[in-house]
């Protein structure tokens, strides 16, 4: 299986580390987010990998290469202006069969098999990992109902929900759904529902952790989970 790892952004939510450093390349436990990111991704047997590389992208390629001391194969994909999380896949030789997108910004141990499994037997375009994720909220929630009247009060509930993970299995028929400068999230997954096509869900139930801002970075760095 082809995985595509998008690593271009800026990280402006995580400044001052970001400053000189691209997101992806920050420490954790000693070594490179991405790094962990493409050890676990040869960890389930995925080897070809594309990188899509921006800003300070020479780091990047100075650190992994062609891939061969990792036991991969790494391509680049190299941008000037950021193209999206879609967009960008748009400018990379196109896979003829199931290929893997990811982010080139968190920490997990997702099984990919085990996704990989559930996505082809869903039989969508496309399989979203996602994680349920628990939100408190603080004060006393009221619905109310005809002339303002409380129906239904809770103190405190939390809120489940499920969150996107930014891990995707795909097929090669979704290049037809994405233009330039496009996002999965806003743009491609919404297109692919209004045309009446399935998008399936992975619940990822081991560990997962964006690492999108200084305070996710810094609960991080020493310990490589969350």
């Known amino acids: 299986m082809k995985a595509f790892v998008i690593c271009g952004g800026k990280g402006t939510r995580l400044r001052p580390y970001t400053e000189k450093m691209p997101k992806p390349m920050l420490p954790v436990q000693g070594k490179p987010i991405l790094q962990h990111i493409l050890e676990h991704l040869r960890s389930a047997g995925i080897t070809d990998i594309t990188l899509f590389v921006g800003y300070l992208r020479q780091d990047i390629k100075d650190y992994f290469g062609d891939g061969k001391r990792f036991g991969l194969k790494i391509s680049y994909s190299e941008e ?5 999380t879609a967009g960008a896949i748009l400018h990379a030789k196109k896979p003829t069969e199931t290929f893997l997108v990811t982010m080139g910004d968190h920490l997990t141990n997702i099984s990919l098999k085990e996704m990989l499994a559930e ?5 969508c375009i496309a399989t979203m990992a996602v994680k349920e994720h628990h939100t408190k909220i603080e004060y006393g929630v009221i619905r109310t109902g ?8 809770q103190e405190k509930p939390v809120l489940m929900h499920k969150i996107n993970t930014g891990i995707y299995m795909l097929e090669p028929e979704i290049f037809n759904y994405i233009k330039e400068k496009e996002d999965f999230a806003r743009n491609v997954f919404p297109r692919l529902l209004s045309s009446g096509k399935c998008i399936s869900t992975y619940v990822l139930s081991g560990y997962w952790q964006d690492i999108g801002n200084v305070e996710e970075y810094e609960s991080v760095k020493g310990t490589g989970k969350p």
Do not use: Q
């Not at 000037?80 to 999206?84: A, C, L, P, Q, S």
């Not at 005809?146 to 009060?153: A, S, T």
């Open 80 to 84: 000037d202006e950021e193209r999206g």
């Open 119 to 123: 996505h082809r037997k869903s039989g």
């Open 146 to 153: 005809k002339g303002g009247k409380v129906e239904e009060f």
